[in-house]
């Protein structure tokens, strides 16, 4: 645990040395402040009571468009949205960006070399080799995919709830870029209608890696609704 502005806080778990403007899968949770309830509730539809599904509030709806429009206002940024969720007072995403002028070389050492193979498959172009599996919040060796998704919700918490900045100083084309877009288009929903609502400052990313992990991550957040009695970030 480091020191920041003279205060201890929770390290970051953004991936050392990694230039967030690079092409890769990112998966992305947003909190409200305090985790309040803003969006909308967990219920129990009449037709198909055996999942769960969120009756979105009004914010919560602006949450969705605002998110889905995400690839048009950014045309020049190559992005494409995989599976999402909005939860009562949380959000979370899987976001690709993909090859773009202002793609860099991705993981930045002394040598400048980019693990990244140059002709991997598209969709998984921007997975990280093993070197940089060391940093992945999920334990390779774990047989319980229970396990797994507790250890990712406890490194969630911990990092929406630290302060701190991400390592790289702001841009305009880069990850930050896009979440910061993003709450912003909501927050301003917000005000100009009235509704109380705020954003907890912090977010959550992480890169995802393999396609294990991207089917551990997808279905975590398509079942999210139905384990909300369970959530961690409730």
Known sequence: MGKFQ??????????????????????????????????????QPEINKEH????????????????????????DMNLTLDEYQVMPNHFHAILIIGNNKFNSNGLVYETNKNPIAIRRD?????????ESDKESIFNPHS???????????????????SQGKNKFTPQSKNLGSIIRGFKSSVTKFAIDNNIRFNWQPRYYDHIIRNYNEYERIANYIQN???NWGNDRLR
Not at 122 to 130: P, T
């Open 122 to 130: 598209a969709m998984l172009a921007s997975l990280i080799d093993a």
């Open 143 to 161: 047989g319980s995919d229970n396990h797994t998704i507790f250890e990712l919700e406890t490194q969630m918490i911990k990092d929406t709830n």
């Open 6 to 43: 003279g205060k201890y806080r929770i390290s970051s778990a953004r991936l050392r040395n990694w230039d967030y403007a690079s092409k890769g899968m990112y998966f992305v949770t947003l909190c409200t402040n305090k985790r309040e309830h803003y969006f909308g509730q967990i219920i």
């Open 52 to 75: 769960f599904e969120v009756q979105l509030s009004e914010i919560g709806k602006v949450v969705e468009s605002e998110w889905l429009k995400t690839p048009d206002v950014r045309p």
């Open 224 to 226: 999210n609704p139905d």
